[in-house]
């Protein structure tokens, strides 16, 4: 993993329902996990407790403001409909940013013997736990026309390490999971974390944190590469928009150069009900499937199947043979809700040795960014961006 280094909360923000109100926000109180559940029964002589489903609450004070977009407009309505929060720790693409799908419980004004005025306000997640990701937009941003965003490089520069002595490990320090190809040489074994992966050429992950190790006589080659394979989540917080419409959309790269879509937001267009102030959640899909034995395998889904060159990995204990958990694929020949899957972006779809089902999660590749279009037109767009890469299965 990588290392962190102690900071204050100075220079962070906060959005509410699209709110911009970081500036009046005297403190935070967050916190979240899984909820305990007290299973003790008569037979145990102390808690026995399990975990629940996920959960959150923020607690915020702030002074009381009243004028355009200030507090009082953002916390006064209290909504019964469900209200997006996102807390910024400072303001930098790929800084940690906290959001939470909340139901707002109060809105409470004191004031203090010496005048002044405060509120508080309490908020409890709804549907699904407090989700940690990152920032993809330096704090909020503000685009004057279209815009690629600056890319997050969610390896930290990382570079391929050379290969090392015979059984030498080599640990992936960046906090997101490794492809390792190893290729040439004379390999007798390979480990991953301390544990037997294979004995020669072949592809291997390497999870954040871990370590992979090679045994052999002549040195072969590899390459890593950085991706995720259980999808992701993104918040948008649309502050303000000036113009007809705009369009946010989270785009993935694996080198930086070569960019797909991830996850697009429902467009903000003026005159609807998502207007600014507002906010969204969204959620890579997960693709529920069969294959056929067949040549190429044909994968069939309920709805739509993902588009050609989307990164996909495979999970399930009846996976079709010749393919394998973990390993990423390439959907090509996608057609309603058929699909084939490729080794690599565009190339031949693949054969199977048999039938199989399973689930397909999208790989959410290195390199990420926020991008805005616009089919109307606009002058002006305030927003703030996060998205949350999952490291594993997530469920609510």
């Not at 019964?80 to 906290?98: E, H, K, M, S």
């Not at 492809?179 to 480990?191: K, L, N």
């Not at 973990?326 to 690599?344: K, N, R």
Request: hydrophobic share 35%; proline share 5%.
């Amino acid at each position: 993993m990588t290392n962190s280094t102690k900071s204050s909360g100075l220079g962070d923000h906060f959005a509410f329902g699209g709110f911009l109100v970081g500036g009046d926000v005297q403190s935070l109180d967050m916190h979240g996990g899984n909820t305990p559940l007290d299973v003790t029964d008569i037979t145990q002589f102390g808690h026995s407790r399990l975990g629940g489903q996920r959960a959150g609450e923020m607690s915020i004070a702030a002074f009381f403001d009243n004028a355009a977009g200030g507090a009082h407009a953002a916390f006064s309505p209290l909504t019964r409909a469900d209200v997006i929060a996102t807390y910024l720790r400072g303001q930098a693409i790929g800084n940690p940013a906290l959001s939470q799908v909340s139901r707002q419980l109060n809105y409470d004004p004191t004031r203090a013997g010496d005048g002044m005025l405060t509120e508080k306000v309490d908020a409890q997640s709804d549907g699904v736990g407090q989700e940690w990701g990152n920032q993809l937009t330096a704090g909020p941003r503000t685009d004057t026309a279209a815009t690629q965003g600056a890319s997050w490089d969610r390896g930290g520069g990382f570079t391929t390490p050379a290969v090392p002595a015979s059984t030498t490990p080599v640990t992936n320090t960046t906090g997101v999971p490794a492809t390792v190809v190893i290729t040439g040489g004379t390999v007798t074994a390979v480990t991953v974390g301390g544990t037997s992966a294979g004995s020669g050429d072949g592809t291997y992950v390497v999870p954040a944190g871990s370590t992979i190790a090679v045994t052999y006589s002549v040195a072969p080659t590899w390459t890593w590469t950085l991706s995720s394979g259980w999808g992701a989540e993104a918040y948008l917080q649309a502050i303000a928009l000036t113009g007809t419409d705009v369009t946010v959309t989270v785009q993935h790269s694996p080198d930086n150069a070569t960019w797909i879509s991830l996850l697009a937001f429902t467009e903000v267009v003026s005159g609807n009900s998502n207007l600014p102030p507002s906010a969204q959640r969204i959620a890579t899909p997960t693709y529920a499937f069969t294959a056929t034995l067949a040549s190429p395998a044909v994968f069939t889904v309920t709805g739509s199947a993902p588009a050609n060159g989307t990164p996909l990995q495979l999970q399930g204990s009846s996976l079709p043979g010749g393919f394998t958990a973990g390993t990423t694929y390439y959907v090509v020949s996608s057609s309603g809700s058929t699909f084939e899957l490729s080794a690599t972006s565009g190339g031949s779809g693949i054969n199977s040795s048999s039938a199989g089902s399973g689930t397909a999660y999208p790989v959410v590749q290195r390199y990420l960014r926020a991008v805005t279009t616009t089919s109307g037109g606009f002058t002006s767009f305030q927003f703030i961006g996060v998205v949350c890469a999952n490291q594993i299965a997530v469920t609510s």
